[in-house]
């Protein structure tokens, strides 16, 4: 095993895999942290706006368009030259043929189908053309400048569209399509269809397993380009696929393989959240692909460095042994555990070094202290013997004399 999620994509190539209905709820994973797209915030029941999600604080332009259009659609429309989506000047808009009016904006959620163009900015270099590209809107199955703008568009509008390369590629760029990172694009989209999704309660198993890896494998591609909220959204919108109900007949095998996907889904969610930081999401990640497959070595893995992140070294060491027993040749478990045990260690050892210090040595303080002996001691003593012995000495010599 290694750090990198099962089969994670290398590409962030478009898939024509339609969405479907999805009965929005909170998700076996809502945390109370604020990342949450799944994340964890208390979650709303829709995940936040794209913008949101990735972090951004800009303000859409045309929410107040949006609004107004909403309250009277037979209003003459205003001629905008250029749209400046997000009020910074980095996602910008501009109709070159009108569609069938506001009133046929596409809404987020539904199936939507496009004829797409790609540009390098100057636009003399075409790097994609597809004539039918079908994504969910609002679900990040594509770049962020698309699922942006696309709810802005009419039916049968045609757009171009200028990107930073923020809402495109961003800095690590693609390799297929193939752009340049840090690259700006322009975007020539005409909008041919959008149709609600198919509810998920009716979807057929075989149907309902297709989307649910489809979601995977663009959260994959999300993380292996870093932007690991948007990763955690598309894991979350699997979970809902996996987790929805069905009132058509499923076999016991497409069951497990629902519950593979969802278990896949789990760990890789648990991955993007230990990037961002979010431990007590990525450990209830780590718990509830646990509760599925106790044996999964991915997700013991995970809860292991995510309880040592938390200080827990105790319980850490304990989880990746029981990881490390499952599959002892890991090198990857070997070299965590023996810098968990090794930090435990030293830790342990400095906090009683520090105790020694705070309440001092007690064996020393009762223990006697024994006094030194004196040199002096000793002097009279063998002064007393000397004198004695003299003074036997003369008296004896008194007695011998006297008797004789």
Same mark, same amino acid.
């Given at each position: 095993m290694t750090e990198k999620e099962e089969v994670m994509d290398t590409s962030d190539c478009h898939s024509d895999v339609p969405s479907a209905k999805r009965t929005w709820k909170p998700s076996l994973?809502? *945390?109370?942290?604020d990342f949450e797209v799944l994340e964890e915030?208390? +979650?709303?029941?829709?995940?936040p706006p794209l913008e949101d999600a990735g972090g951004g604080k800009e303000k859409m332009a045309y929410q107040s368009e949006k609004e107004h259009a909403d309250k009277d659609p037979e209003a003459?429309?205003?001629v905008v030259e250029w749209l400046d989506v997000l009020g910074n000047d980095q996602l910008k808009k501009k109709v070159l043929e009108a569609g069938r009016g506001r009133d046929s904006w596409p809404l987020k959620g539904q199936n939507v189908k496009i004829y797409l163009k790609m540009y390098l900015k100057d636009g003399m270099v075409l790097v994609e053309e597809q004539p039918e590209l079908l994504f969910t809107l609002g679900d990040g199955d594509v770049i962020q400048a698309l699922d942006l703008t696309v709810q802005l568009m009419e039916m049968g509008e045609t757009a171009l569209i200028h990107t930073d390369a923020k809402y495109a590629f961003g800095a690590r760029g693609s390799l297929e399509p193939e752009v340049p990172p840090n690259t700006d694009l322009s975007l020539e989209v005409k909008l041919l269809e959008a149709t609600d999704a198919p509810d998920l309660e009716l979807l057929p198993p075989v149907e309902k397993i297709?989307? %649910?890896?489809? !979601?995977? /494998?663009? &959260? @994959?591609?999300?993380?292996?380009? &870093?932007?690991?909220?948007?990763?955690v959204n598309s894991y979350s919108i699997a979970l809902q696929i996996t /987790? $929805?109900? $069905? !009132? =058509?007949d499923i076999r016991p095998e497409e069951e497990n393989e629902l519950l593979d996907v969802k278990v896949k889904c789990l760990n890789n969610m648990a991955a993007s959240q230990l990037k961002l930081d979010h431990y007590e999401a990525a450990l209830k990640s780590c718990v509830s692909a646990l509760a599925h497959q106790p044996e999964n070595i991915k997700a013991l893995f995970r809860m292991g460095k995510v309880l040592a992140l938390r200080g827990e070294y105790t319980e850490a060491i304990q989880t990746l042994r029981k990881a490390l027993k499952l599959e002892p040749s890991n090198k990857t478990i070997h070299a965590e555990l023996s810098k968990l045990v090794k930090k435990h260690s030293e830790q342990r050892g400095a906090e009683q070094a520090m105790y020694k210090k705070m309440l001092g040595n007690p064996s020393? *303080? @009762?223990?006697?202290?024994?006094?030194?002996?004196? *040199?002096w001691g000793l002097s009279w003593k063998w002064l007393f013997g000397a004198t004695?012995? %003299? +003074? &036997? &000495?003369?008296?004896? *010599?008194? =007695? +011998?004399?006297a008797r004789n």
């Open positions: 994973l809502d *945390s109370g942290e915030d208390d +979650i709303d029941d829709e995940p003459p429309r205003q297709a989307l %649910a890896v489809h !979601k995977r /494998e663009r &959260g @994959n591609a999300h993380y292996q380009r &870093g932007d690991y909220a948007f990763a /987790e $929805s109900s $069905s !009132k =058509v020393d *303080s @009762n223990t006697p202290k024994q006094k030194p002996k004196s *040199s004695a012995v %003299a +003074i &036997g &000495g003369v008296a004896l *010599s008194v =007695v +011998i004399a």
